[in-house]
């Protein structure tokens, strides 16, 4: 195997850190003006020209507005993913920042700008110095916010265009301490379902509930129904989740409506309790519809799966976390998340790991949860996000 020469940590640290004001710059560029899932012309064009200008090989427009930068060095056949998300949130901004998003209603409330300038950092040290050995693959995706961009990058051919032996990403984690990088085997993320319960009644006079079928009392008992799924049907050693986030029904106290529609999210972060929670779901609204007298259509939605991070890869990446940072710096299995990431249909096709990194905690800004008006990405981060990948880059490209 061919020994690359690489930087001590202290100075990959340093040398990172030399450069960050001009990604901090960046970043808050894309900050100013974020896109959502889809529309991230001005993203993709930012990004491309970067790569494109420090020499990289680029594809623009995979899976729509989705960007592949790669660089190849020496002679090494191993070849290496990182992918990075662009998209912003349908959200209107309270930060009061002076790069605050410049388009009502639309913001950059995940940190995706921070995790897009990471990578570009990188990217700009990698092109500089070129101290791998093998195929570099930088993923710019789409849409990961409910768009599934990671689905339409591999239908339009990402993996068999730019195979990868192995494929990483990384996010942001508010509430855990600054540039903590935090990591975990097996299911990391939950999958999500999304399912719209329409209860057709008969409408009638509020007074003379006996001459209709009231759908608004058939839902409340679906409503509660549903929680038992987790309760009863569910090993309590496992997790699930079922939000009924909506119930439409009515407009006037004194009429029974003819119809009832409720909006539901159902996680899980086990494949089999996922396929159980689907059909548990089906039998016990219809039988409860049934016994109401009303009939029930059941729209039921798959959305992401359960983001499975593969053992090698891991263990591979939290030694690169705890060589960068140090052990005391790095939580080497930490919870898993309820939320969802369709970097888990990456990770079904390729083996990887996807790793959190400290946003901040306690009373400090970065403590803000995403998806939040007053979020924003931790300027401080892209240092250490940037030198873990390039250092990871190093050791797994040799």
């Not at 916010?145 to 990671?150: H, I, T």
């Not at 009832?260 to 016990?284: G, N």
């Not at 306690?362 to 250092?391: K, Q």
Request: hydrophobic residues 45%.
């Amino acid at each position: 195997m061919k020994h690359i020469e690489t930087l001590p940590m202290n100075t990959l640290l340093e040398e990172l850190h030399a450069q960050a004001d001009a990604f901090i710059a960046l970043r808050r560029d894309i900050h100013r003006h974020p896109e959502l899932a889809f529309d991230e012309h001005r993203t993709s064009a930012l990004v491309a020209d970067k790569l494109q200008s420090w020499g990289y090989a680029v594809e623009r427009g995979l899976g729509g507005t989705g960007v592949v930068g790669q660089l190849v060095r020496g002679v090494g056949r191993r070849r290496l993913g990182l992918r990075a998300d662009m998209d912003a949130l349908p959200i209107d901004e309270a930060t009061g920042l002076n790069y605050a998003s410049c388009h009502s209603g639309v913001m950059h409330a995940c940190g995706h700008d921070g995790h897009t300038a990471m990578l570009l950092a990188a990217a700009q040290h990698f092109a500089q110095r070129g101290d791998f050995s093998g195929t570099l693959n930088l993923i710019f995706q789409p849409a990961e916010e409910g768009g599934g961009g990671a689905l339409r990058m591999m239908d339009d051919g990402l993996f068999d265009k730019y195979p990868c032996d192995a494929i990483f990403a990384m996010h942001n984690m508010p509430g855990v301490p600054q540039g903590r990088l935090v990591l975990r085997e097996g299911a990391a993320m939950a999958s999500s379902d999304y399912v719209t319960v329409t209860l057709t009644g008969v409408g009638g006079h509020g007074a003379m509930p006996h001459r209709a079928v009231d759908p608004i009392v058939a839902a409340a008992s679906i409503v509660m129904a549903l929680q038992t799924i987790v309760s009863r049907n569910i090993d309590p050693l496992h997790m699930a989740v079922v939000t009924v986030g909506a119930l439409h029904a009515g407009k006037a106290n004194n009429v029974i409506p003819q119809s009832a529609t409720l909006e539901i999210s159902v996680r899980a972060l086990d494949r089999d309790v996922r396929a159980k929670l689907a059909q548990r779901f089906k039998t016990l609204i219809n039988a409860q519809a049934e016994s109401f007298g009303v009939t029930a259509k059941i729209d039921w939605r798959p959305g992401y799966a359960v983001l499975v991070n593969t053992p090698t890869e891991t263990a591979f990446a939290r030694e690169v976390a705890i060589e960068l940072v140090g052990a005391e710096q790095v939580t080497l299995q930490g919870p898993a998340v309820t939320g969802s990431e369709d970097f888990a249909f990456m990770l079904e096709r390729v083996p990887g790991s996807y790793l959190l990194i400290g946003n901040g905690d306690g009373d400090s800004a970065g403590a803000c949860m995403v998806h939040n008006p007053g979020y924003d990405f931790n300027d401080a981060n892209l240092a250490i996000g940037a030198a873990y990948w390039v250092l990871l880059a190093q050791r797994f490209l040799v």
